[in-house]
């Protein structure tokens, strides 16, 4: 019996001691799992929210940066040729572009390394990181990155000429926090969280290192030192710097624990960084867990310590009493499970408390958001986590709502109507998932009313998961958030403003500039058409002197000289506004070079002077290139040698083949004089616009300093170049390079009709542009100039105007399924308007055999296949012209005895019209204005005027309103008479008014004699 009572305390008292230690290690193995599970926690919510928070301040960095980029491609739009003029100029612009935008300095680089500010010239260039010589694009550099002084460098190539010097670059400077406003870089209050921007090479942009914890003045040097988690290396997030990529690590730095998550700023080598130190958040919940463990070990301990007791109780009560031996076991193993349950209830209750901190921790990483919302797209069911803080009626914390019915509530009840259907479009669920299939966050702006006020607010939706995450890449579940973005998308719309009112200004200016020249053109053709009319009259007069013939003769190279000065100003204007092209079309070299020789040997023929012109290497027949612009610049540069060199002097041209590659032809003009010369001071003003040496230049050579600068504009628009070199008494040397393309220029075949392309013109009606662009560069290859439109009715308003100016079109290539207006009808129109002569071939990709018939009666010559062969267009061309050729020679009218009805205000032009007309043997009666034109050709019976000459601008009725009532009226010539603009309205704008207003002709004031008779011969039927 007593060997049974002792095998039972045994037992007794080994199960109590495993008891105690299982109560023991049990508590402290509770506690390290609650830890472990806890920075388990941290660590996801930490790389969740790290995630969103970075892409979301990268998204503002990078607007940051292309809104600067913005700026500075904005401010060279402004910039005129005005502000090259000189460097007081240049540096107001600067000046101004710097208080117009808040830059702390706008700059230009030359070829040099010169820098060219506001204030001055630099040569401090090896302090900036861009290339100033092969830049291709837009870059952003940092200045000083190593001081605590960093600027940020936006810098673009550039292509412009400042004081003969070429500038390579434009570039802004910035201060770093200017750059980086609206990004926060501060900490959180409690230490443990840190926002930062690095460089590609670790360098930190708000001088501090992992939240000025490292002592390395570098983030790739610093993590050398750290020690990374499993999974993590400093190798690979080296490479991910290297390589632009985004990412996250987990390592240890000197003790304590950190989550860095990093994103690439779009445009830059820099990364965004967020910093979570693990070790102050799990320190905080550690302390809560170690509470945990020291209440678990004192229960633990005030356990053990009834347990003894009991058990002493057990032993004396079991000498006395087997029974109450074993009412005490049942009696401790009920308080062994009722210790069981207060261990689970204080479990429990730790992790609740765990809960709550992370709460606490979501709260302090969304600070930024008005409310934040998680949502089963799914089930439809969302819960709240932040409240929204400007609602009075919104969810509060832990609320459970159905999300669609609850946001589309929301939106009618705040959300502007203009952005109302597309905020609910946005936020249905098929559209969050697509959406967010690729991207981590999605986004929409709009703007609400709340409180009596407008404001700017932004919906965004972030997956729980990142995309390679997801299963299939479906979004099941997202955060949402409501942000408040009214002050940043007022200064974005407040500077978008700017930049548009700076535009209109630009515009508005030159609009009046041309407006200027048009008027101004117009008031100096007017005279110069009596001037110009009544000398070639004069002149016409047998009976006159020979004093009296050389005074005329005077009198009209002066005029004419004073008409080319017009002409220059018109095509300053056509360069300055972009509208100056270049033709690319075959023509003869040989041919041009002896137009320029005949010129120039007359002119240094009178003048006294000795001129040579000789080539050196294969100089080719043919050419492709621009004839007559080519022709200009030489004329230009001669005319000028001949002008400034005195009698006795010498004029060189040489003309040299340099170069051959890739079928292109180098050639480079020289132009040598032993004229009076120019100082090397003004060489650099020599191509600025009325630039002149001196004053004196004006009255004794008759220069308009307007000659150069149009040379330069043209050789340059031909990718050329012009070089000068001078000395004042000791004559100039001109250089131009051009690269032409050379000509396979074919001998005609015999009985075949020579074409010569380059005097073509060709126009190309297809409402594909790709197949217009194939076109012209086709036709460019063989040297036809080509034009081009994207509809049947622009079509007919050029062909108009063409025909007007007398100047139809060679050829026109028309498709046949165009939208609106098919090729067959804009043929019928453009035939009732050029008539039969002008070869039309119709463009097709389908069997023509169909409308073949109905083809040929609208006026389709002939067929072209796509796609467009230039051999092809030539052949049919060649088919076509063989066809008309009966029709080449057109019958004219005999103008002997035809009425003119000559409206024009200057009696002094009228009568010289009168006087040039009765030339021909016609008939005029004079209108002093529009109104009395019309009141004489109402009060006629029909037919008996021939034609109507209208000037344009007169006092009551101009020229436009006068032909509009003529053809209104209900009378059978009323719409067949031919009315021909004469006017010194120049412009293509004016052309097109008047063949609007119904007009037939427009011939440009002064007229030539020859023109205008061959104008009415064609128009009186």
């Known amino acids: 019996m007593n060997g049974q009572k002792n095998t039972t305390t045994l037992i007794v008292v080994a199960g109590s001691i495993a008891l105690v230690l299982i109560l023991v290690f049990g508590t402290i193995w509770t506690g390290r799992s609650a830890r472990a599970d806890t920075e388990s926690a941290v660590r996801s919510v930490s790389l969740l929210y790290l995630d969103e928070l970075a892409s979301r301040r990268e998204q503002v960095v990078a607007g940051n940066m292309k809104e600067k980029e913005d700026v500075i491609e904005t401010a060279l739009e402004l910039m005129t040729e005005e502000d090259l003029s000189d460097t007081a100029h240049l540096q107001a612009y600067q000046a101004k572009i710097k208080r117009l935008f808040k830059l702390e300095k706008f700059a230009f680089v030359d070829a040099d390394g010169v820098i060219y500010t506001s204030m001055g010239m630099q040569t401090d260039i090896d302090q900036y990181r861009f290339d100033y010589l092969h830049m291709e694009g837009p870059e952003i550099s940092i200045k000083n990155p190593e001081s605590a002084d960093k600027k940020v460098i936006i810098a673009v190539p550039v292509e412009m000429t400042f004081q003969g010097k070429e500038l390579t670059v434009c570039f802004m400077e910035i201060d770093m926090d200017e750059m980086l406003s609206g990004v926060s870089m501060a900490a959180q209050a409690d230490g443990a969280t840190y926002c930062n ?35 993590y290396s400093h190798a690979g997030f080296v490479r991910d710097f290297t390589e632009g990529n985004s990412g996250e690590i987990c390592f240890t730095y000197n003790n304590i624990r950190e989550t860095l998550s990093y ?26 867990s170690s509470g945990i463990i020291r209440r678990s070990m004192i229960q633990t301990g005030l356990t053990v310590l009834v347990l003894i007791g009991m058990f002493g109780y057990i032993f004396r009560q079991a000498r006395r009493n087997a029974k109450l031996t074993l009412a005490d076991a049942e009696n401790r193993v009920k308080q062994e499970e009722m210790a069981r349950q207060l261990a689970l209830q204080d479990e429990l209750l730790a992790q609740k408390q765990q809960q709550q901190e992370q709460n606490r ?33 919104g969810f509060r914390v832990g609320d459970r709502f159905k999300y669609l019915a609850s946001v589309t509530a929301y939106a009618r009840a705040n959300i502007r109507e203009e952005y ?9 669920p098929e559209n969050v998932r697509a959406g967010l299939k690729e991207q981590r966050v999605i986004a929409y702006r709009y703007m609400v009313r709340r409180h009596g006020r407008d404001t700017w607010e932004e919906v965004r939706f972030a997956g729980v998961r990142h995309p390679e995450d997801r299963n299939a890449h479906l979004v099941h579940a997202v955060g949402a958030c409501f942000v408040d973005v009214d002050r940043e998308t007022r200064k974005s719309m407040e500077q978008q403003q700017a930049l548009q009112e700076a535009l209109k200004e630009a515009e508005s200016a030159n609009r009046a500039k041309t407006a200027f020249l048009s008027n101004m053109s117009h008031e100096i053709r007017t005279p110069m058409n009596a001037i110009i009319g009544l000398d070639s009259i004069a002149l016409n007069d047998t009976s006159i002197s020979a004093q009296t013939r050389e005074y005329l003769e005077k009198i009209g190279t002066s005029a004419h000289h004073l008409l080319g000065i017009i002409n220059d100003i018109l095509d300053m204007s056509r360069i300055e506004s972009g509208r100056l092209t270049i033709k690319n079309e075959e023509f003869s070299f040989s041919k041009a070079l002896e137009q320029v020789n005949a010129i120039i040997n007359g002119q240094c023929r009178d003048k006294g002077l000795r001129y040579e012109c000789r080539t050196v290497g294969q100089i080719d027949e043919y050419y492709i290139g621009d004839d007559m612009k080519l022709r200009q610049v030489m004329i230009n540069i001669l005319g000028n040698a001949v002008k400034f060199t005195p009698e006795g002097g010498t004029v060189s041209f040489l003309i040299e083949d340099v170069a051959r590659m890739d079928n292109k032809a180098t050639l480079r003009f020289t132009i040598r004089d032993t004229g009076i010369g120019m100082s090397r001071e003004y060489l650099p003003r020599l191509f600025d616009a009325f630039s002149q040496e001196d004053s004196s230049s004006t009255n004794r050579y008759g220069s308009a300093g307007l000659g150069m600068p149009i040379t330069k504009s043209i050789v340059e628009l031909m990718n050329g170049a012009i070089e000068v070199e001078s000395e004042k008494g000791k004559g100039t040397t001109f250089t131009v390079t051009v690269t032409l393309t050379q000509a396979n220029h074919p001998g005609a075949e015999p009985g075949d009709i020579e074409l010569r392309p380059h005097e073509m013109s060709v126009l190309v009606i297809d409402d594909d542009r790709i197949a217009c662009e194939h076109a012209e560069v086709i036709l460019g290859q063989v040297g036809i100039s080509c034009e081009s439109v994207l509809s049947g009715r622009e079509a007919v308003e050029m062909v108009r105007m063409r025909h007007a100016r007398r100047e139809d079109y060679n050829l026109i290539l028309v498709d046949w399924k165009m939208p609106e207006m098919d090729g067959l009808e804009t043929t019928r129109q453009i035939r009732t308007i050029v008539g039969p002569d002008t070869p039309i071939i119709i463009l097709t990709s389908y069997n023509w055999e169909d409308i073949e018939q109905e083809a040929r009666e609208a006026g389709v010559d002939t067929f072209a296949a796509k796609p467009l062969f230039a051999g092809t267009v030539m052949d049919e061309f060649r088919e076509a012209f063989k066809r008309k050729n009966a029709r080449l020679v057109r019958e004219t009218v005999d103008l002997k005895g035809r009425r003119i009805l000559l409206a024009e205000d200057v009696m002094v032009n009228a009568e010289i019209m009168m006087m040039v007309l009765s030339m021909r043997e016609m008939e005029v009666e004079h209108a002093e204005n529009g109104r009395i034109a019309v009141d004489m050709f109402r009060s006629h019976e029909p037919g008996y005027y021939d034609a109507i000459l209208m000037d344009m601008r007169m006092p009551e009725m101009d020229g436009l309103e006068a032909t509009r009532t003529i053809r209104e009226l209900d009378r059978p010539d009323a719409k067949s008479i031919p009315i021909i603009a004469l006017t010194a309205n120049a412009f293509d704008e004016d052309v097109q008014r008047s063949m609007q207003a119904g ?15 061959e104008t009415l011969e064609n128009l009186i039927r």
């Open 361 to 393: 921790m979501i709260t302090a990483l969304a600070s930024d958001y008005w409310s934040v919302y998680y949502l089963d797209l799914d089930t439809d069911d969302g819960v709240c986590y932040q409240s929204h803080e400007d609602l009075d009626s």
């Open 420 to 428: 109302l259907d597309e905020f609910l479009r946005f936020i249905q």
């Open 197 to 231: 921007m690095y460089t590609g090479d670790g360098i930190a942009l708000t001088n501090t290192v992992l939240g000025g914890l490292a002592e390395e003045d570098n983030l790739l040097e610093a993590l050398e030192n750290a020690q990374f988690d499993p999974g």
């Open 263 to 288: 994103v690439p700023v779009t445009g830059t080598d820099w990364f965004l960084t967020y910093l979570i130190r693990e070790s102050v958040i799990i320190d905080n919940i550690s302390a809560i």
């Open 999 to 1013: 007009l037939d002709a427009h011939l440009s004031k002064p007229v030539e004699p020859e023109l205008l008779f």
